[in-house]
């Protein structure tokens, strides 16, 4: 049972990949941090000693804080944190109870290099419809929650990639990391190379996966998430905007198949004598 401001692990997994997870900082320190250079879904790295200095880019948000252990670290971070008027709890346990319990974890590795505002940087074809929606859902959810999007068209992503330091996904090109593989999406590419292949996002990415590359026999689901695709596509003209309501949608599919695939649903229901 988890004791006063902390959370246990089981109960966070609960919360992360949702929209109402609360921003998760890691505070371990570089040595601990190097003896296993991965991160709990969706956190973000933040120096300790300095939690006075950054503690104000989280107002209006609550926070779990993360050290090694769960001990001094992360409770004296959370406790500045409360401080400074921000509700913030610790892992019960921390890194070590997470990785412990076999939950996934991001190799720092994989995450491309960030801007100086912490974010990372990313760029693909203008006009997304089923993939280049999936895989900023994904990235937003699990791996780096203000990550920004450049949706151009196709000639220019090259130049954005050098200009800007971004990096290109789902878009054809020799020595594109992040794009399709065989007869994987770059979805499902994500999922893999993040360290992200749980059970439920690995059943959303065959679904994903119908969908985008026209193989609707994947997967029941492949048929509305390309229809709810393509009528997203239908009503926005800005690739951002549409991004924003894609979000919502994947959301919802992923609850499903992480909460719901035993659910059904009939009305009316088919009661003798009626």
């Known amino acids: 049972m988890s004791s006063f401001n902390t959370i246990s692990a089981e109960k966070l ?6 929209p109402k997870c609360p921003v998760l900082i890691d505070v371990r320190t570089e040595e601990d941090f190097e003896g296993d250079p991965r991160l709990i879904p969706g956190s973000i790295r933040r120096p300790f000693n300095t939690v006075s200095d950054w503690a104000h880019d989280f107002t209006d948000r ?3 804080v993360i050290c090694q ?3 001094k670290l992360s ?3 959370a406790a500045w944190l409360r401080h400074a008027g921000i509700p913030a709890n610790t892992l019960e346990g921390g890194s070590l109870a997470w990785a412990r319990a076999n939950l996934p974890m991001v190799p720092t590795a994989r995450i491309p290099p960030r801007d ?3 974010r990372t940087i990313w760029v693909t074809r203008s006009r997304p419809k089923i993939d280049r929606i999936a ?10 929650p203000n990550a920004v999007f450049l949706f151009v068209p196709t000639s220019e992503v090259p130049g954005v990639v050098e200009r800007f330091g971004a990096t290109p996904f789902d878009i054809d090109g020799e020595g594109i990391f992040w794009s399709h593989r065989g007869e994987l999406c770059t979805f499902d590419v994500m999922v893999e190379e993040f360290g992200l292949g749980t059970n439920p996002l690995r059943r959303l990415a065959l679904i994903v996966r119908g969908a985008d590359t026209a193989r609707l026999d994947l997967a029941p689901e492949s048929s509305g998430l390309l229809a ?4 997203l596509s239908r009503m926005y003209s800005d690739d951002l905007a549409q991004l924003e309501a894609g979000l919502l949608l994947y959301d919802a599919f992923y609850r499903w198949c992480r909460d719901a695939t035993d659910e059904t649903h ?6 003798p004598g009626t």
């Open 13 to 18: 997994a609960r919360l992360v990949g949702t």
């Open 62 to 64: 609550s926070a779990i």
């Open 69 to 71: 252990k769960g001990l």
């Open 75 to 77: 409770h004296g971070v």
């Open 116 to 118: 100086l505002q912490g």
């Open 135 to 144: 895989c900023p859902w994904l990235i937003r959810r699990f791996v780096d």
């Open 228 to 231: 709810a695709s393509l009528g």
């Open 266 to 271: 009939n009305w009316p229901s088919k009661k």
